[in-house]
T-cell receptor, first 114, second 113 residues
Framework: GESVGLHLPTLSVQEGDNSIINCAYS??????FIWYKQESGKGPQFIID?????DKRQGQRVTVLLNKTVKHLSLQIAATQPGDSAVYFC?????????????FGGGTRLMVKP | DTEVTQTPKHLVMGMTNKKSLKCEQHMGHRAMYWYKQKAKKPPELMFV???????INESVPSRFSPECPNSSLLNLHLHALQPEDSALYLCASSQDYGAQPQHFGDGTRLSIL
């Protein structure tokens, strides 16, 4: 999910359906990836993370998939609920000018229709 | 509820004012971070403190002055800000420098008149 101008990419799903949010990352040397959920008026909330030596990790209703070949990360949310409506950010950790800090992707807005 | 507490939640100030943002965590984390987030954009790193010492300053203008009085507290002192500094200012902490995940507070919404 890369932002274009002032508009966040938006994914609209029906309540109960599965959601897939995608993220392309840039640094092939990144060793750790994380997904955050940010609701309106709140700070980013940790959802799930994955290290580069794994390609899949599951949490409660969420799964993160990592494809290092194409530098792609995805977040799958099962049985999406209205409370899942938020902006979702992926982030990667890789050595850059700021040391091994997080670099955030542009964000994707998830809207859940009742 | 977030384990990183930020005050105030909202702040409106003029360009000549001096104010401070505060952040507190009691998780025993030794790294603390300030981020700036504009609307519809991801957080951008400003400063990193590790063991109460400034480790990273991402070329932030001197009108922003961070301070870490102890391992639980992080302040951001503001002076002579510009309208473009209006944003959500987020504090985060992690167990150690570079450790993940970082835990975020809910931010201070800052408006410069």
């Amino acid at each position: 999910g890369e932002s274009v101008g002032l508009h966040l990419p938006t994914l609209s799903v029906q309540e109960g359906d599965n959601s897939i949010i995608n993220c392309a990352y840039s640094n092939s040397a990144s060793d750790y990836f994380i997904w955050y959920k940010q609701e309106s008026g709140k700070g980013p909330q940790f959802i799930i993370d994955i290290r580069s030596n794994m390609d899949k990790r599951q949490g409660q209703r969420v799964t993160v998939l990592l494809n290092k070949t194409v530098k792609h990360l995805s977040l799958q949310i099962a049985a999406t609920q209205p409370g899942d409506s938020a902006v979702y950010f992926c982030a990667e950790r890789g050595f850059n000018n700021a040391g091994n800090m997080l670099t955030f992707g542009g964000g994707t807005r998830l809207m859940v229709k009742p | 509820d977030t384990e990183v507490t930020q005050t105030p939640k909202h702040l409106v100030m003029g360009m000549t004012n001096k104010k401070s943002l505060k952040c507190e965590q009691h998780m025993g984390h030794r790294a603390m971070y300030w981020y700036k987030q504009k609307a519809k954009k991801p957080p951008e790193l400003m400063f990193v403190y590790s063991y109460e010492k400034l480790s990273i300053n991402e070329s932030v203008p001197s009108r922003f002055s961070p301070e870490c009085p102890n391992s639980s507290l992080l302040n951001l002192h503001l002076h002579a800000l510009q309208p473009e500094d209006s944003a959500l200012y987020l504090c985060a902490s992690s167990q150690d420098y570079g450790a993940q995940p970082q835990h975020f507070g809910d931010g201070t919404r800052l408006s410069i008149l």
